[in-house]
């Protein structure tokens, strides 16, 4: 079984600035896949970035990056230029690869953090 | 595009009542899910739909009857619900799995449920 770790529940950070968070995560698992989630106050679950275990290049999606650790399992996600919009919780997901023929693929998620950013 | 419609926002209804959830997706995916998310948690899975067959139920009661009349649709059928029901449903869908590609769900914008 997979496990999803955020240590920290909540942050704060002024807007214009970088804020990082913490993901580790514990599988068994060679070939997966890591998510970051943001759910702001309206509730809707928004795809943030996604990284392939086997891709040694960190993923980036505009002021949104991470640094994937894979032998420390490590995967926090770094928020540059915080902007207002940018409060939500976050929360840092895992997916194993699906092979052919299984059918449904399964997230863990970790707790959340809570991100607020300050005008 | 990657919008999941689910309808209605809000939904309050009594225990002896019967409701339904509905979500649509027009992605041409093939795997679509069912989500249980209490205030500041994590989502829970429910229901895994692959193809139009459950292929996941994470033992839920079956005062919740899924349904899926067609690989864009999804339900949620409610019935004889407690109040520790009411929560955030969460529809998601994602490509389906046709040999082995990464499976990214994408997720609706949510039914707020109130059982009185």
């Known amino acids: 079984a997979q496990t999803v770790t955020q240590s920290q529940p909540e942050m704060s950070v002024q807007e214009a600035e970088t804020v990082t968070l913490s993901c580790t995560y514990d599988?068994?698992?060679?070939?997966?896949?890591l998510f970051w989630y943001k759910q702001p106050p309206s509730r809707q679950m928004i795809l943030v970035i996604r990284q392939e275990a086997y891709k040694q290049q960190n993923a980036t999606e505009n002021r949104f990056s991470v640094n994937f650790q894979k032998a420390a399992k490590s995967f926090s996600l770094k928020i540059s230029d915080s902007q207002l919009g940018d409060t939500a919780m976050y929360f840092c997901?895992?997916?194993?690869?699906?092979?052919?023929?299984?059918?449904?693929?399964?997230?863990?998620f970790g707790e959340g953090t809570q991100l607020t950013v300050n005008p | 595009d990657t919008e999941v419609t689910q309808t209605p926002k809000h939904l309050v209804m009594g225990m002896t009542n019967k409701k339904s959830l509905k979500c649509e997706q027009h992605?041409?995916?093939?795997?679509m899910y069912w989500y249980k998310q209490k205030a500041k948690k994590p989502p829970e899975l429910m229901f895994v739909?692959?193809?139009?067959?459950?292929?996941i139920n994470e033992s839920v009661p079956s005062r919740f009857s899924p349904e899926c009349p067609n690989s864009s649709l999804l339900n949620l059928h409610l019935h004889a619900l407690q109040p520790e029901d009411s929560a955030l449903y969460l529809c998601?869908?994602?490509?389906?799995?046709?040999?082995?590609?990464?499976?990214?769900?994408?997720f609706g914008p949510g039914t707020r449920l109130t059982v009185l």
């Open positions: 998601a869908s994602s490509q389906g799995l046709a040999g082995g590609s990464t499976d990214t769900q994408y």
């Open positions: 599988t068994s698992e060679n070939n997966y896949y």
């Open positions: 997901a895992f997916m194993k690869h699906a092979y052919e023929g299984t059918s449904g693929s399964r997230l863990t």
């Open positions: 992605m041409g995916h093939r795997a």
């Open positions: 739909y692959s193809y139009e067959k459950l292929s």
